[in-house]
């Protein structure tokens, strides 16, 4: 009888004890042509998340911004999980401190993918390609050198001189890299800035090698496959 009722409403949910909730007939639900196999809900026996995957989730939210204050919130309740209890207790810590380094790594990370999409690749994307060993974007052995370099120097420049008032936070008064103490205070746009003009810059001086095959991608465009060697 349970088994008819979920077949004839693949939605309907089973609660557990433990208070999370499954659908009662996932295959049901998989099997409708409308379903995203990358967003049907997951089964609890599936469920093997752990803290990589949902610091990756807060990362990736971040970078929306409609979604920017839930990420924020959820590396809040996070951050007692992670000992450091003072991202809570201090609301200037937490808004000028974390934030404000945390927002200069992310910012060398927008750059880069800013001068790769926008201005290297001319919007430009090979989806497929996007998950194929070899392809056009496995550059050295599934690493692009040029994009690591850029986000490494980006956030050097834009967290290097991190600092904070004494007993505000957990940076000295005169920053980690004292001569780059000014650049802290900017340090979104610094790290945007650097790793922007390091990528595009070594993309042109050393661009990547391209193969001779083309293909075709899910918009229609022809696009050269590539390997960097």
Same mark, same amino acid.
């Given at each position: 009888m349970a088994r008819a009722a979920a077949s004839a409403n693949p939605a309907a949910e089973v609660a557990r004890p433990d208070g999370r909730v499954e659908l009662a007939d996932p295959a049901g639900v998989a099997e409708s042509r409308y379903a995203n196999p990358a967003l049907v809900p997951v089964p609890v026996a599936q469920r093997t998340w752990s803290t990589y995957n949902y /610091?990756?989730?807060?990362? =990736?939210?971040?970078? #929306?911004l409609p /979604?920017?204050? +839930?990420?924020? =919130?959820?590396?809040? +309740? =996070? &951050?007692?999980? +992670? %000992? @450091?209890?003072r991202l809570l207790a201090n609301p200037h810590i937490y808004i000028f401190v974390w934030l404000g380094f945390y927002g200069g790594l992310l910012g060398a990370v927008a750059g880069v993918l800013v001068a790769g999409y926008w201005i290297i690749n001319r919007t430009q994307l090979d989806l497929a390609a996007l998950y194929q060993a070899g392809g056009r974007y496995w550059y050295a052995a599934g690493w #692009?050198?040029?994009?690591?370099?850029? /986000?490494?120097? %980006?956030?050097?420049?834009?967290?290097g001189g991190a600092w904070s008032a004494p007993g505000q936070g957990p940076f000295p008064? %005169?920053?980690?890299? *004292?001569?780059?103490? *000014? +650049?802290? @205070?900017? &340090?979104w746009v610094v790290g945007f800035a650097a790793a922007f003009l390091v990528y595009l810059i070594t993309t042109m001086v050393v661009p990547p090698s391209r193969g001779a095959r083309s293909g075709? #991608?899910?918009?229609?465009? /022809? @696009? *050269?496959?590539?390997? @960097?060697?």
């Open positions: /610091t990756a989730l807060w990362v =990736g939210m971040s970078h #929306n /979604t920017y204050a +839930l990420a924020a =919130g959820l590396i809040a +309740l =996070g &951050s007692p999980a +992670l %000992g @450091d209890r #692009n050198w040029r994009a690591v370099v850029a /986000t490494v120097v %980006g956030p050097v420049l834009a967290v008064a %005169g920053g980690l890299i *004292p001569f780059l103490k *000014p +650049l802290y @205070d900017y &340090s075709r #991608n899910r918009q229609g465009r /022809t @696009d *050269p496959a590539a390997v @960097d060697g």
